[in-house]
DNA sequence: GAGCACTGC
């Protein structure tokens, strides 16, 4: 047994021995489970090890037999890289041998892998080649609580796929909260009952009735498909506290109960969690106001920032430890409660309020909200104040506004735009999406919406099956389907070249810029040095140009251009894969553009080639037309809907008649929209004449 | 004149 092997006393002392992981008491249980049963729900705490050290149980008791792998995905790249890293080193085996990792871009998996890594994502797309996922013996689902978009779309696809392989296939789902009923049901159910199964009432599963269940007691109702087994954690008690009475204002509310902490209570860094950026940054500026204000003597107070908007370089000051004599607090978005873990945090203040995207299938705007956060959702805030030692948080809010609450966040699937995620079912061969079993279902407004998307860009016939071939490349095309559809038609206009290029820029959302400290004016002018009169996208294009002329090999050229080199860099990345796609649809690829190093905007080669651009941009975009009126501003082709050019678009101050636009969205109540390009009104009939009727 | 929570292929 591995417990006793004399190997485990010269871990390196980074890790504890696996054996003294508080999972090592349940090595027997877990593979009697999941020998057992199908499907085994580990409801694991912070620090109970069940991520790294199930695999190596399931491998060590033969699940790798004949070539057989065991997978095990995550929501994030970070996290399928980081634990990969850690499993091989103690495995001590080299990774991308015995155990290995697998993301976009990075397959770092050999012959001989038997651990494998990766994104769920990325397994979802394995699942296109080999739609039995037949290379594994186990998948192992973590972090399934999140509830990601293909964490949702993943586990329904596994349930399909186990009604096949009931003998040979073994599923563990892992989940630090308390939905492991709702997982087991849901593996337990007919596909025709899981509408009705949301219905019921949230059964009220304690943590202690999970854990005296330890898994041993049949569970009546699924005790055929898997069982639940919890595994107790390391984590320290937290003390939570609410206000007596509500904050007016949870911002200042924050900065003065930093101070309280900071002036009362014992060592220990601070986590806030506030909504965006711009709350942020006011935060961080109260606090070194009123930092001088403090006793010349008495403890110092560091704030700093944490948001995903922020340089890597920036980010990674919240985890260097604060000067002697000074208590560091962060800022921090959501970011903070899942995706970034910072030791050292014994102090957590809460506001509950958390920006939530959400798809109105109705106007096809997406809406960015500041909205309370899920009970769920506090506890884990809270949690991360526990991590080293006994903590304590405070939240802004009262203990009655608490219990009102939400029990968890709404699932992304029941807010997401789900023309991407039909478009990969259909791909997968399942064709009835009303009966897919989804783990809550969406509401069928987005499935009607996601539907008349995808017919009326020729991915689906009238009878939504997936056409032949316009709609099985467009599925397999790691972009969404309008820009899929653009790349696709790029060839009819000579300028699949461009188009790749403009894809791979438009992937990247809003990173291409870093202001720099108080420098926005100069990013302003650095911005429309690249700028033409069409539009965003061809001065999308420019910035590509420039980057891979210049900024790959002159360390100044992006910081000079106020851009972003990682960013830049992914697009790099991104542009390349898609081009292998292109290649293998039989689409041919002429490199025209001619490297352009004096930053000549205007001409991309050849005074039609930018009319050609946007003509097929109008092929992907028609149903993100708008026409601008006087004011400046624009409205939808209905009629009905006020947008504005989102300030980072060159829209925001020139004129043009009709345009076509990557996305919008509603923040503070109006909707913006982002990377605008000029079009002619009559491309839209010549291009969508089912869609535009107008003559 | 005014601004994007977080992931992923």
Redesign the pocket.
Known sequence: MAEFDLSATFIPSLHKPSSLLPIARHRQSLLYLIETYPVTIVVGQTGSGKTTQIPQYLEQAGWCAEGKIIAVT???????TTVAIRVAEEMDCKIGEEVGY?????DVTSSKTRIKF?????L??EALVDPLLSRYSVIMVDEAHER???TDVLLGVLKKILKKRRNDLRIIISSATLQAEEFLNFFAGDAEMQSNLKQEPQSAVTLDDLIAQGGQKPNPTSNEIGQIISLEGRTYPVDILYLENPAEDYVEKAVQTVFDIHTKEPDGDILVFL????E?DNAVQRISERAASLHPRAQALMALP?????STEQQMYVFEEAPENTRKVIF????AEA??TIDGIVYVVDTGF????AFNPLTGIET?TATPVSKASATQRAGRAGRTRPGKCFRLYTEPNYQQLSESTIP?IQRSNLA?VIL?LKALGIDNIVRFPFLTSPPSELIIRALEVLYSLGALDTYTKLTQPLGTRMAE????PMMAKTLLSSQTFGCVSEILTIAAMT?L???I?V?HDGE??K??TARRKFAVEEGDHITLLNIYQAFITKGKKEARFCHDHYLNFKALTRAVSIRA?LKRYLERFGIPIPESLSSNPNLQPLSVGGPDKGEQIRRCLTTGYFAHAARMQPDGTFRNVAGGTVL?????SLM??RKAEWVVFH?V?E??G?S?V??VSRIEKGWLVEYAPEFYRFA
């Open positions: 995550q929501p994030r790249r970070v996290a399928a697998s993301i976009r871009f990075e990766l994104t769920d994502g990325l979802l797309r990601s978009l293909s909504t965006g950026r711009e942020i944490l948001y995903a908007g922020l921090s978005t959501n970011i995706s970034i958390v920006k939530l995207r960015l992304e991407p990969q095309l790691a972009v969404e992937s959302g809003g990173t810029w202001p926005k004016k990013m302003e894969q504005y050019a989102h300030p980072s925001f101050n996305e969205m923040m503070g109006k913006y982002r990377d």
